[in-house]
């Protein structure tokens, strides 16, 4: 390797290797760090070229006077790194806080540190601020040059429950999974709100949710909510239309839904096994599209006008995507990936942009009332918990990435790569590694816009939540990216500004007054942990996964941290019943996901050792009788009274593992060739009271870590 690619890829944080969950160094090779330094903007074709635009790099950065943005913690006395022209005696400094309110200084060059000198005989020196600045986004201006200045608490929010040392647990479901009497073929934001009365009543303190990301209308079947058009806005499909207070007034509605044909299909839809997300958009769309059309005359018209001047200048962008990306799917030939639009639409400051925006106000305004709807509708479910005092009340879940076409990478393309997809090295489960497609954000291009991006990010997914699940929380540290037409064993870590996103985290979660639980599963780098506890970030622990490395025996629940959620499993990994029969197991062969006969043989004689080692740990528990029969409700039962025996101050319960579901809703590294994201629940809502071992697992929590939600 050349030395200058070698210190251009460590500048633009490309690690030069990374252990794997063997402990086997893998190295990023010369092309792989030059398709990601590409990727970023920073070409480094040869050696010469690699030296020029370190140039360039160090010249850049001696141009400016002030980062773009500095994260400190409250309470220390943050320094700036300002550099000026050699000469300058003095100058003056002015915040302007978040609240309106301004503190001002000045200070002697000569009196303050010196970090560095320039080429051209800059001087950067350290300025001292004052420490007792209050939490918030806040602007520092030295001369003309401005910075954005974030001061954090640096700990994320914990319910007071918590500081009781109270534990707490709670029902996960995906939401779109769920059944009702009144569905259209998909679980919907009225079947949430149903699902909190269910879950409080049984003295639950929070109800888990996949993530609610917005999908795509014009095309539904792209359908994983890991990989949403956008993270901004919410998947409008789940919108209860039989709940909207404009349906009883709204008579070319009602006669549609009235019709013969219509009620066949929903019929049809409602029973269907498999989760047709085509057909619910057939059912569902035609009926907002009706609704939208007499809404003006409405009494909720004015909260809409006032719920879309709230949205913000992202959110708002991202629903112009969506009527663009409808226009032109709709074309002829039909272009969806914004890439292939005509070159002017691919900029959204484009005069062409504009004025599309103004020619069809009307369909952005739509697509911004569907999000109104569906706000309100979760909002609605979040009051009901709270009116139950649930002390956390929905927990939502942030995808890693949004799809490669979709709103984010077009809305801010400087704060992504293109051409590079987030992944994970191989591991135990995933021995050929995985690359999920999703373009990563750009370390430098955040940093640039002052992490603005990140922020909308956050409170869009803290809205209406008392707890966020952050997946694959590694990503705040490092991100596995893998540049296009590359395997995932040739990919490479990107390190991210882990303290300035954490702080910002830090902050959002305490003004949200909302929990955070970072997935930490697979390759976990040394110390993340420990740095996720001092964040106040609950570590995320399966059962499965809790086990001695050597010998494979399940930790017992004494040994799991306080700071922590418990659960069996995730969308990821198998059903309990799945697991037990290693159905997991024969897809990933079915699929080719393991490579050869010798690796299906290891993990078929794995999982019989985690089998035995399971039951031993049961029965150690006390959970499982000596002579008592592993069948699926007994194991139920005793692996949910392991969790709820666990320090871990949060507990879950999946819906699925409640119901005994035995097929996997997603495959990991699947698209088309496994029907992901479809399974449906086998029982509806309304069925579950009484249901033996949802009623028993709901019990055993309830004994060791319930409240009670009326008190």
Avoid at 257 to 280: G, K, N, Q, W
Wanted: hydrophobic content about 50%; aromatic content about 8%.
């Amino acid at each position: 390797m050349t030395q200058a690619l070698e210190a251009l890829a460590r500048r633009m944080g490309i690690l030069p290797a990374y252990h794997d969950v063997r402990g086997e160094r893998v190295v990023a090779t010369p092309d792989t760090q030059r398709a990601l330094l590409a990727a970023m903007g920073v070409p480094a074709a040869d050696e010469a070229a690699a030296e020029a635009a370190l140039r360039r790099l160090e010249e850049a950065e001696w141009s400016r006077a002030l980062p773009p943005v500095l994260v400190a913690r409250a309470g220390d006395a943050p320094r700036v790194p300002l550099t000026l022209p050699a000469g300058m005696d003095a100058i003056e400094w002015r915040i302007a806080l978040e609240d309106g309110a301004q503190r001002d200084g000045a200070a002697e060059l000569a009196a303050l540190e010196l970090q560095a000198t320039g080429p051209d005989g800059q001087e950067r020196r350290l300025l001292p601020l004052p420490p007792d600045l209050p939490w918030g986004y806040h602007e520092l201006q030295v001369a003309a040059a401005r910075m954005r200045l974030v001061v954090t608490p640096g700990r994320c929010w914990l319910p007071p429950a918590f500081a009781d040392a109270r534990p707490l647990w709670g029902i996960a479901a995906q939401l779109y999974l769920l059944r009702s009497a009144t569905d259209w073929g998909i679980g919907d934001y009225g079947d949430l709100r149903a699902l909190v009365e269910l879950a409080a009543a049984r003295g639950a303190g929070v109800v888990g949710l996949n993530p609610l990301h917005a999908l795509f209308p014009d095309d539904p079947e792209m359908a994983s909510p890991y990989s949403p058009a956008s993270r901004l806005l919410l998947n409008v499909l789940n919108i209860d239309i039989q709940a909207l207070p404009g349906l009883p007034g709204c008579r070319p509605a009602l006669d549609l839904i009235a019709s013969d044909a219509f009620r066949r299909r929903m019929a049809a839809s409602r029973a269907a096994p498999r989760l047709d997300y085509a057909a619910v958009a057939a059912l569902k769309l035609p009926v907002l599209e009706l609704l939208f059309a007499e809404a003006r005359e409405g009494p909720l018209w004015q909260d809409f006008r006032a719920f879309q001047a709230a949205m913000g200048e992202a959110p708002a962008l991202h629903c112009l995507f969506l009527a663009l990306r409808e226009h032109f799917a709709a074309a002829d030939p039909p272009l969806p990936f914004w890439l292939d639009w005509p070159a002017p639409f691919r900029d959204p400051a484009s005069a062409e942009v504009a004025e599309f925006a103004a020619r069809h106000a009307d369909r952005v305004d739509f697509h911004a009332w569907l999000q109104f709807l569906a706000d309100t509708q979760l909002g609605a479910a979040a009051e009901a918990a709270a009116a139950h005092r649930m002390p956390i009340g929905l927990y939502r879940d942030l995808a890693v990435g949004a799809d490669a076409g979709g709103a984010e990478t077009w809305a801010n393309q400087r704060a992504v790569l293109r051409g590079v997809a987030v992944g994970a090295p191989r591991d135990i489960f995933n021995p050929a590694g995985q690359d999920w497609g999703l373009p990563p954000f750009h370390p430098e291009g955040l940093r640039e816009e002052a992490y603005r991006s990140f922020v909308a990010l956050l409170r869009a997914n803290m809205r209406h939540a008392g707890g966020l699940r952050i997946d694959h929380v590694m990503g705040l540290l490092r991100l596995f990216c893998i540049p296009a037409g590359m395997s995932p064993v040739r990919g490479a870590y990107i390190a991210q500004p882990f303290e300035d996103l954490v702080g910002i985290l830090a902050l959002e979660s305490q003004r949200n007054r909302c929990l955070v639980v970072g997935e930490d599963l697979g390759t976990v780098p040394a110390g993340f942990r420990a740095a996720m506890a001092a964040a106040n970030i609950l570590s995320y622990r399966i059962l499965a996964f809790e086990q001695d490395e050597a010998s494979g025996a399940f930790r017992p629940p004494e040994a799991y941290p306080p700071l922590a959620l418990a659960v069996l499993g995730s969308h990821d990994l198998p059903t309990l019943p799945g697991w037990w029969a290693g159905h997991d197991i024969d897809l990933k062969a079915h699929h080719g996901l393991l490579p050869g006969a010798a690796e299906i043989d290891f993990q078929r004689g794995l999982r019989a050792r985690d089998k035995a080692e399971l039951l031993r740990a049961l029965r150690a528990a006390g959970l499982l009788g000596e002579d008592e029969a592993p069948d699926i409700p007994a194991l139920t039962r005793a692996m949910h009274g392991f969790l709820a025996a666990s320090r871990s101050l949060l507990a879950v319960a999946q819906l699925d593992d409640m119901l005994a579901e035995a097929e996997q809703v997603n495959v990991p590294s699947t698209s088309w060739q496994h029907p992901n994201w479809r399974r449906r629940q086998s029982l509806p809502l309304e069925d579950l009271p009484g249901h033996p071992l949802f009623e028993a697992v709901s019990a055993i929590f309830r004994a060791r870590r319930g409240f009670a939600p009326h008190d």
